[in-house]
């Protein structure tokens, strides 16, 4: 098992530009989301799924769109990258079990930085 | 909102001394998950308390969830250099979503 992997590692865009982060799982887990780490932030959740076709905004979604159309992938859209979308992005998933939550596997991170 | 507040943000302690990290959330959690993130590293999965009152341990680490579900604790016994890190708690609310809300971490240092 690969668990949750992420590309790119690291990614550089200027103001304006737009782009994809991947994440991909194969663990079959139904839940995913995405996280931005910002210092002194903690995590703050962007967009989850609770399954393929289902997705929900979190606590910071404005300027990110996602989409969930297989299992595995639940890619990231930036439409036109800000400054302050410079962060790490972590990606993470986990089985879906009811309200009592389960552990969640988080994938390496990219690293964007927005000139 | 919903916020879950961690303290202290930073610590440092000396190799074998005690150390504490706690979260507070304004509202009732339905459960609480812990994850450590080494530097430069990703967050990884400790525990996850569910319980009212709920005390779990994992050799020298020791976590409550609290009798109304609004705060817990992390306490390590007597530290190592390898528990240097970040520690995050992460609250789940009976809202009927999946939205985990992640405390602001507490980083920790451990000086030989």
């Known amino acids: 098992n690969a668990g949750v992997t992420q590309t790119p590692k690291f990614q550089v865009l200027k103001t304006g530009q737009s782009m994809t982060l991947q994440c991909a799982q194969d663990m079959n887990h139904e839940y995913m989301s995405w996280y931005r780490q910002d210092p002194g932030m903690g995590l703050r959740l962007i967009h989850y799924s609770v399954g393929a076709g289902i997705t929900d905004q979190g606590e910071v979604p404005n300027g990110y769109n996602v989409s969930r159309s297989t299992t595995e992938d639940f890619p990231l859209r930036l439409l036109s990258a800000a400054p302050s979308q410079t962060s790490v992005y972590f990606c993470?998933?986990?089985?879906?079990?009811?309200?009592?939550?389960?552990?969640?596997?988080f994938g390496p991170g990219t690293r964007l930085t927005v000139l | 909102g919903q916020q879950v507040m961690q303290i202290p943000q930073y610590q440092h302690v000396q190799e074998g001394e005690d150390f504490t990290t706690y979260c507070n959330s304004s509202t009732t959690l339905s459960n609480i998950q812990w994850y450590k993130q080494r530097p430069g590293g990703h967050p990884v999965f400790l525990i996850q308390l569910v319980k009212s009152g709920e005390v779990k341990k994992q050799k020298r680490l020791t976590f409550q969830f609290g009798e109304a579900k609004k705060n817990s604790s992390l306490h390590i016994t007597a530290t190592q250099t390898t528990d240097v890190g970040t520690y995050f708690c992460a609250g789940l609310y009976t809202s009927g979503t999946y939205k985990y809300i992640f405390g602001t971490g507490t980083r920790l240092k451990v000086l030989a």
């Open positions: 993470a998933s986990s089985y879906s079990t009811g309200l009592a939550g389960v552990e969640q596997f």
